[in-house]
Each structure stands twice: as C-alpha cells, then as structure tokens.
C-alpha cells in the first residue's frame, strides 16, 4: 500500500522557477527520503531527513519535516531542463534494527521547459 | 567503485512461466531490497535479505521468493507468472541491517508478461 501521496502529481514550469513538491503520510516515521527517476529507470537518492530534523539543504534541494503534519516539502531552486524527471518521496518507519523498508507515493512529474 | 547492477535489463515471459532476476550490490554493501514498480506508480517493497536471510516481506504473495548468496548478491524468483506480474522490479543494496543507512538502487528488470 502506498503511504505517502505526493502533490501535485504533475507540476510543469519554466527554466530558472523554483519548484515545489509536497509529499503526507500517515504513520510515524524514522526518516523520510526523497528520490528522482528518469524515464522509468532507477531511482536517484536526493536526500534523507530523519524525523528529529525539520529542514535539510543539499545544493539547490531543500527539504522540511513537519511530523506534527505528517508531511513533507521539496523544494528545487533555479530549475533546469535536466531536473526534468519524477519525484518520489518515501518513508522509513524502521529502527535501527529492524531494517529499513521505505514506502513510496505515486511521485510527481516534473516538466522544466527550456 | 560499481554501483548496484541488476541483471537482465529487460525480459519477456508468457503467463504461467517463472523467472529469475539478479542483482548485485555496491561494493561493501551487505543488505539488498527488492521493489516492484508497476506502471505510473511508486516502487512496493516486496523483501529484504540480511546475513542471507529474509529479514523483512512486503505484501507479495509466496510465489515471489528469494535468496541472498555469500557474496551479498541476491536473486528475486516469480512463479506461475501473471499478466500484472508485468513491472520495474529494483533492487537496493545498502550497509548493515538499520534504516538509518541509505539505500542505493539499481537500474532495474523491466519484466513484461504476455
């Protein structure tokens, strides 16, 4: 089953607009990750935020946790053509034992027009 | 340094039939997760393999199993095939048995089944 929902599900902008990816879920979590994929390949790790942070950068990706909300943002700075793929975010309500086991949302399709 | 590798890259199967997916994980990695990825949505984790065990099973029937060998690599196996078997199925290696570590993925077996 599917635990996270990502929203919107498809997201269109121009080169150099900052674009932004909502993600909820429903259970408690240990972290939650956000990757890419092009083209129905494999995914690309972006980032991991555990659930005792509240905002992570990494280059032009910044991300926030809100547990209280049970939801997730992403957002993609200065956007170009080649950011152009499906994000998904997943979470991971494993513990340092028991093994990581992430869930994914249906994703979202980003299009970057040049 | 290698990344994950999944072998073969793309398969075609008619229903019934059964299949054998590979996959190799990043150098040093010891922990490999299968996912199913059908059509327009997210991966489903199917198992986890750890110390040559399955650790941890998503919501798949028994005709999917596994095996995780002594060098780390891991084999996914489907049984009595079906249409809606059809699917990106992933593989994701990372290092010990936690969900604090990050998982990297492979490029995935595109199964078709007819």
């Known amino acids: 089953s599917q635990q996270g929902e990502e929203d919107p599900q498809a997201l269109s902008i121009q080169e150099g607009e900052n674009a932004t990816m909502n993600c909820s879920y429903k259970?408690?979590?240990?972290?939650l990750q956000w990757y890419r994929q092009n083209s129905g390949r494999g995914l690309v790790h972006l980032i991991l935020?555990?659930?005792?942070?509240r905002e992570k950068h990494s280059g032009r990706l910044r991300v926030t946790l809100d547990t209280s909300k049970k939801s997730s943002s992403l957002l993609i700075t200065a956007s170009r053509a080649a950011d152009t793929a499906s994000y998904f975010c997943a979470t991971d309500d494993g513990g340092e034992t028991s093994g990581s086991r992430l869930t994914f949302g249906e994703g979202t399709q980003l299009t970057v027009n040049p | 340094d290698a990344g994950v590798t999944q072998s073969p890259t793309h398969l075609i199967k008619t229903r019934g039939q059964q299949v054998t997916l590979r996959c190799s994980p990043k150098?040093?990695?010891?922990?490999v997760s299968w996912y199913q990825q059908a059509l327009g949505q997210g991966p489903q984790f199917i198992f986890q393999y750890y110390e040559e065990e399955e650790r941890q099973r998503g919501n798949f029937p028994d005709r999917f199993s596994g095996h995780q060998f002594p060098n780390y690599s891991s084999e996914l196996n489907v049984n009595a095939l079906l249409l809606g078997d059809s699917a990106l199925y992933l593989c994701?290696?990372?290092?010990?048995?936690?969900?604090?570590?990050?998982?990297?993925f492979g490029p995935g077996t595109r199964l078709t089944v007819l």
């Open positions: 935020i555990r659930s005792n942070e």
């Open positions: 150098s040093g990695h010891d922990t």
């Open positions: 259970t408690s979590i240990n972290n």
């Open positions: 994701a290696s990372s290092l010990g048995f936690s969900s604090y570590n990050e998982q990297f």
